[in-house]
């Protein structure tokens, strides 16, 4: 169990560093033909996550991880659903996810603002773990108001109370999606009609904080006459100046929601994912800026590790790492999943960008 605790110290190092090293961007799409798609990144400069995709068969068996000495003798739960997610860290820790009855699950770091119910021994066997939680939500839910029930019967804590708390977006086949956030070891749930999600601070200040940027606005500002000099735009998007471009939290959830806001809808679901993939790589975060100069922790190309897209409609999961840029797919409608193996395998076999030469003939 050496090993587990030290994983987990790793995602919870922010608290000792003199900045954020954690970050998450979700923003969500739909096309012309309904197709709803959410998107995300996942960032952490601090160290490599390991990131792995897991296959998740019907009937597969698993345990919550408990603050006791990192010990797998928590709640268990047996998934009645198939599902495909991707891992951070331990395979058991599925940050982003969609099962086959078209539920999508993600976690977002939620530092400093969120905070669980301490964990009593007593009910270790209604206990999960927060990064935990998305799996036993996908293995066994398929609407959201299913997964509001279930959670008003469980008991959510920390492995590590050094840990950085998390919260989670929640969607279904309906359109529908929602934010939960615990604090004060209180559940709270937000109907997210925007579909965008960052960190913290929490989802209804993110909210309120947009109505400072209400004189923003898609295109070019009209020229205007200051006395006796005519005021011009230097060049096309002057309408979107102000527009704040650091990477915390706030600053993004402004970009991604009038980045989403006004993207022109696409036809179909192939389009639109990619058009996601696009204004995300405006969230790309390099490896240098969230630390002072000469305090890089990891040689990693990139703080954002990998950025995925959810087609909710067509069960497919999108993804691409600081690895590899090309975009890689797992379709679910492909998978039995009442006979496929339960399997984890890393994101990239090869940890190094694929370059194509071209033959001038």
Known sequence: ???????????????????????????????????????????????????????????????????????????????????????????????????????????????????????????????????????WILGNFSTIDEVKQALQTIHVVAIDPRASTVHWRFADTSGRQIVLEIVDGKVCFYENNLGVLTNSPGFEWQMTNLNNYVNLYPGSASPQQLGQTRLTSFGAGSGFLGIPGDVTPPSRF?????????????????????????????????????????????????????????DMTNRIIYYRTMYNSAIRSIDLKSIDFATVKYRAVPLDKVKLQPVVPITIE
């Open 1 to 135: 169990m050496k090993k587990t605790t030290a994983l987990l110290m790793a995602l919870s190092a922010t608290i000792f560093l003199p900045s954020n090293a954690d970050a998450c961007t979700g923003i969500t799409l739909t096309a012309q033909d309904s197709t709803r798609i959410l998107a995300r990144t996942i960032e952490w400069g601090g160290s490599e996550l390991n990131s792995q995709y897991v296959i998740i068969p019907r009937g597969y068996k698993q345990r919550s991880y408990t603050p006791q000495g990192g010990a797998q003798d928590g709640m268990e739960f047996t998934a009645r659903y198939g599902y495909v997610g991707l891992a951070v860290e331990q395979k058991e820790f599925v940050a982003e996810g969609l099962n086959e009855a078209g539920l999508s699950a993600g976690l977002f770091y939620f530092p400093n603002y969120g905070r669980y119910e301490t964990y009593d021994p007593a009910l270790k066997s209604t206990s999960i773990a927060d990064l935990q939680l998305v799996s």
């Open 254 to 310: 402004v970009r991604a929601a009038f980045y989403q806001s006004t993207a022109p809808q696409q036809p179909n679901a192939e389009s639109t994912v990619l058009q996601c993939f696009q204004i995300l790589n405006n969230f790309d975060i390099p490896v240098g800026v969230e630390f002072p100069a000469g305090q890089i922790p990891a040689d990693i190309p990139s703080a954002t590790q990998w950025t995925s897209a959810t």
